[in-house]
């Protein structure tokens, strides 16, 4: 029951029984919007759903609670560094306002850069150069994110900003440390309350995931923001069934 259809009642299952305020997804294309991205519009909005061209279709979508958020500015553009023959990494933001107290934050959501072998003009690579080249494409990813944080930053002041992806690095790779060196932290490791951690955000789908490190992360600024609590979902049915990555909450 890996295919996409068998997955759209369980991905619909999970934002019901976490109903998260703000939602970010990866990989969400045309028929993803169609058939779960359409189906939460009654509650949620979203900040941008196509790419400038108006028809491609933003893979990197966030959503957010209509009830509670309005939208103040939105954008989305292609990761600088990446493989250009999929539409799958790009990199999103909202700046949001509190409907209830007026205070304004940012959101950034990507899909962090990789390399295969199936990929046209890298079917020869070795692992190795696979690795490579992967990396300076992450490091490249994260240098796009300092900057636009920074354009936020120059033109809403210095606000809280969140910072959600499938970064496909983890905590032991240089990326990582460049994202903690610019003055970000990650709610797995500095969460306040009650934390899960220590577990691989990647699995099979219907399958609990091992012990691991993950590659979905949210990251903040500490002096702004302060992460109660870390959830990985590795138990529900609904989480396993959803996707090949468990849903992580902050």
């Known amino acids: ?14 934002v019901e029984n976490y109903h998260p305020e703000i939602l970010c997804l990866q ?19 979203v900040a941008t759903t196509y790419h400038e061209n108006g028809s491609t279709f933003v893979y990197t ?6 009830s509670k958020f309005e939208l103040v500015d939105e954008g989305v553009s292609w990761l600088k560094d990446r493989y250009t023959g999929t539409n799958t990494k790009s990199i999103a ?6 409907k209830k107290t007026g205070e304004s934050f940012g959101v950034i959501n990507l899909h962090g850069a990789i390399c295969s072998n199936s990929y046209t003009g890298y079917e020869n690579f070795s692992k190795s150069e ?19 944080q920074t354009d936020l930053e120059q033109r809403y002041g210095k606000i809280p900003i969140l910072h959600t992806a499938d970064y496909n690095f983890n905590s032991a790779s240089t990326p990582y440390r460049m994202m903690i060196e610019f003055g970000l932290t990650e709610a797995e490791v500095s969460a306040t309350g009650s934390r ?20 979905d992360h949210i990251f903040y600024n500490a002096e702004r923001i302060t992460a109660l609590t870390h959830f990985i979902g590795n138990e529900e049915d609904s989480d396993l069934r959803a996707s090949d990555h ?5």
Do not use: M
């Open 1 to 14: 029951d890996n295919n996409a259809p068998e997955r759209y009642k369980h991905i619909l299952n999970v």
């Open 27 to 45: 990989e969400c294309n045309k028929e993803q919007h169609a058939n779960v991205v359409s189906k939460l519009g009654e509650k949620y909005g």
């Open 61 to 66: 979508p966030i959503l957010y609670l209509k």
């Open 93 to 98: 933001f909202a700046v949001l306002k509190v």
């Open 130 to 148: 696979l690795n490579a080249q992967s990396n300076a494409w992450r490091e490249g990813n994260v240098r796009q994110i300092i900057e636009l």
């Open 196 to 215: 899960v951690t220590g577990i691989k955000t990647t699995h099979t789908v219907g399958q609990k995931s091992v012990e691991g490190k993950s590659i």
């Open 246 to 250: 468990l849903p992580v909450f902050a």
